[in-house]
């Protein structure tokens, strides 16, 4: 079956850094799209950015450019965030999603979200 199998998440102070990883399984991964979202309480959640299927294209929310870095290994099966320069707002949970445009429909696919906690 489908996985999305998020890791990395937990505590930091701000300035500090963390390394998010999202393992993909059950479904043609070089063919999808991969994104990360985040969703902090109280909030809708939203798109932090997103790495074409073959990682030609990076897109980034204006709030993370400079400071978040997403990348994709397609042999590991695997899609990254290196998240720098952490700052409180930062504070959330994160999802990888994995979505691929069929002619008539889109298919995606989201893990289960991983807390990232950005306090002193």
């Known amino acids: 079956q489908v996985q999305l199998v998020e890791s990395g998440g937990g505590l930091v102070q701000p300035g500090g850094s963390l390394r998010l990883s999202c393992a993909a399984s059950?479904?043609?991964?070089?063919?999808?799209?991969m994104s990360w979202y985040r969703q902090a309480p109280g909030k809708e959640r939203e798109l932090v950015a997103s790495?074409?299927?073959?990682?030609?294209?990076?897109t980034y929310a204006d709030s993370v450019k400079g400071r978040f870095t997403i990348s994709r290994d397609n042999v590991k099966n695997t899609v990254s965030l290196q998240m720098n320069s952490l700052k409180p707002e930062d504070t959330a949970v994160y999802y990888c999603?994995?979505?691929?445009?069929?002619?008539?429909?889109?298919?995606?696919?989201w893990g289960q979200g991983i807390q990232v906690t950005v306090s002193s």
């Open positions: 999603k994995a979505v691929r445009w069929l002619a008539l429909a889109v298919q995606d696919y």
């Open positions: 059950g479904f043609t991964f070089s063919s999808y799209s």
């Open positions: 790495i074409t299927s073959a990682g030609g294209t990076k």
